[in-house]
């Protein structure tokens, strides 16, 4: 299976078990954001949350292509 391939199945695999888990979390969170005194806990698990779901949906296969793309192409050039 070509690398392209291979990391939107995963991504399509994977993307309603985060998106899920990360909706649990968020949605769990906001009873805590009425409370004066974990108010700002509540705030960060929801924003981290958001933001590590951005992010391994996004960045990590994005970055994972790019270098298996470079190191495919610098295997080329060194074999040939």
Known sequence: MALDEAIIDAGA???R???L?????????FVIVFDPIFQGLALAMMCGEIASTALSRVTIPVLYFLVQSWKEKR???SAA
């Open 21 to 29: 888990t990360a909706a649990a979390v968020v949605i769990g969170s």
């Open 75 to 77: 295997q080329q050039k």
């Open 17 to 19: 078990p985060m998106l």
């Open 13 to 15: 695999v994977r993307f």
